[in-house]
């Protein structure tokens, strides 16, 4: 089996797994008539990729409040507490602390109420790394790998995430 099949086999596999409810969904590929997840296209370039076809998210796109932070927050959580997706996740680094520093300056600049939570998370970076990160000792946790607004609907209490290409099973601090 090639590694792009591979990958998102995976991938469709581990969507089939995530326990949705309320709070928590997630866009699952549709069958095809042949009842597989995946198939062959052609693209325009002639080159030959996998693909699957999902339903369209419901709800609506997330903006920058504080609700919908907080509520995509709750799912998240809801999503990294399945231990079963961390056993059927590929193992892979998912951002190195550079990218992590730039995640936590941008947020900083777009949300007004988020500068206390990310010098906290600063502060926590900064220990792991005096304490030998990444070779300390930490729980290791599925983890979706993009995690951002444009990969995720709201309707009412639910968030329905998308855009499982980068998960995988890391660390989580």
């Not at 947020?107 to 070779?135: D, H, M, N």
Request: aromatic fraction near 6%.
């Amino acid at each position: 089996m090639g590694e792009a099949r591979r990958t998102l086999t995976t991938e469709l596999r581990l969507l089939e797994e995530v326990e949705q409810d309320d709070v928590l969904a997630v866009a699952v590929a549709r069958p095809t008539l042949e009842h597989t997840r995946s198939f062959r296209i052609a693209l325009s370039d002639g080159v030959v990729r996998r693909a699957a076809l999902f339903d369209a998210a419901s709800g609506r796109p997330l903006e920058m409040t504080r609700e919908d932070v907080v509520q995509a927050g709750q799912a998240l959580k809801r999503l990294h507490d399945q231990p079963a997706l961390r056993d059927l996740a590929p193992r892979r680094q998912v951002a190195d602390l550079a990218e992590t520093y730039r995640t936590l300056d941008r947020l900083a600049q777009a949300f007004t109420f988020a500068g206390q939570a990310v010098a906290a998370t600063r502060e926590r970076c900064q220990q792991l790394v005096a304490a030998g990160w990444p070779s300390v000792e930490m729980p290791v946790g599925f983890c979706h790998g993009d995690f951002r607004m444009a990969n995720m609907r709201i309707d009412g209490r639910q968030i329905t995430l998308f855009d499982f290409d980068d998960c995988g099973s890391e660390p989580q601090s």
